[in-house]
């Protein structure tokens, strides 16, 4: 199946995607654990507690927090304890575990603050008693002689208590800005924030394009207008409005500006290889496989046609997209591979996904994949998962590859074919990528470089240990330290609150009205998960601390140097439902702001992020999703009983509360000084971008102006992916029937309603 078809969700997929299949936890069939007899008891220690707290994690309604510590027992401590196999869904066969494929996980938790706060205590109290065996065996072994395995046991000390001493100078760490490190993870921290705080400036900073009568033979052979944006370094072609083509040339001005400085000193960038520096957006599947027919010199030109959506032909990027998100992935996605230059499949993937989740927190281009081996079991949560394009949610998936024994290995990344990823490869490319980037950017080429004439893996590791004097499976199983444990390192890198602590005592309350007005409105009920409110509580954070920061742009902003800003929570801030005031109040304006009802409306979603700290509230509608593919349209309101709406609606709404972006409209109708304009009427597109839609209003006979608007800008009140909303330019009339005719591609709508 191709993309752009309803089936596949085009805001996640750019090429084809041949499957869903992720995850599918532990293996049956993993490597035994090698224990020596003198560390029987502390390795029997560590499951024991282990499994007796995510038992309790479990029970006072955090699943998933009790999913991540059993992966951990299994991974760690016992591949056969019988608790952590019976709660993830394994049943034994013979000698092995078979995953159960009737088994379904707990995907929801309790948002209660009391619980969460009780088992941090927990935690902390089993931490120090395993960090305490685990150093006392580190230094027993150390003097036997037997220094891996004490270096091994030295590592487990610092997990539990990042600050112990002894284990810090057997395994040759230091204490840095509170953060326990070698040289190795130092660089990973440094990097890290300067990585951040480029993308942080380089998002304020302006880089200015003009739109110039220039032209490129290859489109003009297509006979249809187009649009030339050039920037300093860049010239973007197509035939989307002006303004997203200058965001696109912005963009990939900022990419080439963030590799420069993020890679500046390390040898072997930028690439020697030519950089592509013309890009071209086109809308019309149809015209794009023109312009790929005509100019492609490949003998796969049906494969291109069939199956993808974007290609390099001759020096030109191309793409079809009617997306904004798409396009502006794309524009920074190209930049970064060109600089980093590599090529094999799962590297180059991976490159393009690291940055561009800095860049976004999401990423929308996959390649091509293939099923997982025959007899490996998926279940619905792993394969909706990967569908979904948030950074957050594949940092979970990270989480949980890190525990496994039996995933794609670093050493087989470059010899991987696109149409032969494995899915799990998918998470372990972008995520082992994202590591080297953070800790040390020529270890990415170099590891190209052994899979280069590589017959195997074995030939790879060898490779790679001699071109870099460092053992794959040693920087392998950093990669798995960074990921799977909580560590100041980990922390002062990916964020410094944990799903526990984002777990708030007002969020009950918020998610039940919440769910009471999704159920006013005919939609189900949804879920709280502490691990999509992390990005609430950051954010409320930062609007607690920075008290001029309100109103509509305010509150979908963080700026440079505010407290408590950051890069990922200036991406998330412009997605979030934010309140300031008192939750009864909150109900008739979230439905008065189209870009808030789109999220009380969204049938695809069964999940939501809630942190409440006494008058800010800050809640995330648009990650948890569920494993639907179909577009899903709604209007509002809409049609009850004869055409008519169930409700009147109110009158008007006021134009400061809905922000700029209105207020926009206005001015240019020379209306500026209005203060309010007609109650929304919205048109919803779950899944999709709707490219064009239209919508006629008569009252009494005679038609009412208005400004229908396809509303993708920045601000959450007003905006949301795939949402249509027309504002009449007055406030409706009261008491008399208003009739509103839409239509869309595929579809129409009409109700008639009435304004109180």
């Known amino acids: 199946m191709t993309v752009g078809s309803c089936a596949l969700a085009p805001r996640c997929v750019a090429f084809l995607f041949a499957s869903a299949v992720i995850i599918a936890g532990l293996p049956a069939q993993e490597k035994p654990l090698v224990v020596l007899p003198e560390e029987a008891e502390v390795m029997a220690l560590g499951a024991r507690e282990l499994s007796a707290f995510a038992t309790s994690a479990l029970k006072n ?7 991540v510590v059993w992966l951990e027992v299994l991974a760690e401590y016992d591949r056969d304890d019988a608790v952590a196999r019976k709660e993830l869904g394994y049943v034994r066969t013979g ?4 995953r159960d494929p009737a088994f379904v996980f707990p995907e929801h938790d309790q948002p209660a603050a009391a619980a969460a ?8 109290g089993i931490a120090g008693k395993l960090g305490a065996a685990h150093g006392a065996l580190a230094a027993k072994l150390q003097t036997a002689g037997k220094a891996d395995r004490a270096r091994h046991h030295a590592q487990r000390t610092l997990r539990f208590v990042p600050g112990d001493g002894k284990a810090m100078a057997l395994v040759g760490a230091r204490q840095f800005e509170g953060v326990t490190v070698d040289e190795l993870d130092l660089s990973v921290l440094q990097r890290s924030r300067l990585m951040d705080k480029a993308i942080a400036r380089l998002h304020e900073q302006a880089f200015p394009s003009q739109v110039v009568d220039e032209k490129l033979a290859m489109l003009d052979a297509l006979g249809s207008p187009y649009v030339t944006v050039k920037s300093a370094n860049f010239t973007v072609h197509g035939d989307h409005d002006a303004e997203l083509l200058h965001e696109a040339a912005a963009h990939a001005e900022r990419a080439l500006a963030f590799c420069t400085e993020a890679f500046a ?50 020096d030109v990027e191309t793409a079809v997209s009617r997306e904004r998100d798409m396009v502006l992935d794309l524009a920074v996605r190209w930049v970064a591979k060109d600089f980093v230059g590599v090529h094999s499949d799962a590297l180059e993937e991976g490159v393009g996904h690291a940055v561009v989740g800095m860049f976004f927190g999401r990423n929308l281009v996959f390649v091509v994949g293939r099923d997982d081996p025959q007899g490996t ?18 940092r979970e998936l990270a989480i949980e590859l890190a525990f496994q024994d039996q995933s794609t290995p670093a050493a087989k990344l470059p010899l991987l074919k696109a149409a032969e990823f494995p899915t799990d490869a998918r998470i372990k490319a972008w995520s082992f990528v994202d590591y080297l980037l953070r800790a040390d950017p020529t270890l990415l080429l170099k590891l190209e470089a052994a899979g280069a ?20 499976p040693e920087l392998e199983g950093r990669w798995r330290r960074f990921w799977s444990e909580d560590t100041p390192l980990r922390r002062a890198v990916v964020g410094k609150t944990t799903p526990l602590e984002a777990a708030s005592k007002d969020a009950p309350a918020w998610l039940s009205a919440f769910n009471q007005l999704r159920t006013e409105c005919g939609q189900k009920p949804v879920g709280w998960s502490a691990q999509l409110s992390i990005a609430c509580k950051q954010h409320v954070d930062y609007l607690k601390a920075n008290k001029d920061q309100r109103g509509p742009v305010a509150e979908h902003t963080q700026r440079t140097g505010k407290v408590f800003t950051d890069n990922a929570g200036r991406i998330f801030a412009t997605t979030a439902v934010v309140w300031t005031r008192d939750v009864k ?37 648009s990650r948890g999703r569920e494993a639907k593919r179909e577009v899903v349209t709604q209007v509002w309101p809409e049609s009850h009983i004869e055409g008519r709406a169930k409700d009147p609606v109110p009158a008007a709404v006021d134009v400061e509360s809905l922000g700029p972006e209105v207020v926009a409209l206005l001015t240019a109708d020379q209306r500026g000084k209005q203060k309010q304009v007609g109650w929304p009427l919205t048109l919803h597109c779950y899944h999709s ?68």
């Open 265 to 314: 000193g390390c040898e072997g960038f930028p690439s020697l290889g030519k950089q592509c520096r013309r890009f071209v957006f086109l809308q019309e599947r149809a015209q794009w496989n023109q312009l790929v027919r005509t100019n492609a010199a490949r003998n796969d030109v049906d494969f291109l046609i069939e199956n993808t959506s974007s290609t390099r032909l001759k």
């Open 61 to 67: 309604g955090f699943p998933v927090r009790a999913r």
């Open 95 to 98: 000698t092995a575990w078979q």
């Open 377 to 394: 079991v998926t279940s619905a949560r792993e394969k909706r998962k990967l569908m979904l394009p948030d950074i957050e949610t594949w």
């Open 453 to 472: 004439k590589a017959g195997n893996e074995q030939d790879v590791t060898s490779s790679f240990q001699e071109r870099t004097g460092k053992g794959l």
């Open 117 to 124: 706060k009780q088992l941090e205590q927990r935690w902390l």
């Open 689 to 756: 971008e709707m490219a064009t839609a239209s919508c006629e209003v008569e009252c009494q006979g005679k038609p009412v102006a208005g400004y229908l608007v396809r509303a993708k800008g920045n601000i959450r009140r007003t905006s949301a992916p795939g949402l249509w909303v027309f504002y009449a330019k007055d406030p409706w009339p009261k008491g008399v029937p208003i009739t509103a005719k839409w239509e869309w591609v595929g579809g129409k709508h009409t109700v008639t309603f009435v304004a109180e």
């Open 585 to 621: 109040k909150a109900v008739e304006a979230w439905m008065a702001w189209p870009g808030y009802r789109d999220a009380v409306l969204n049938a695809n979603i069964d999940t939501v992020g809630i942190y409440a700290d006494g008058s800010l509230m800050v809640l995330d509608a």
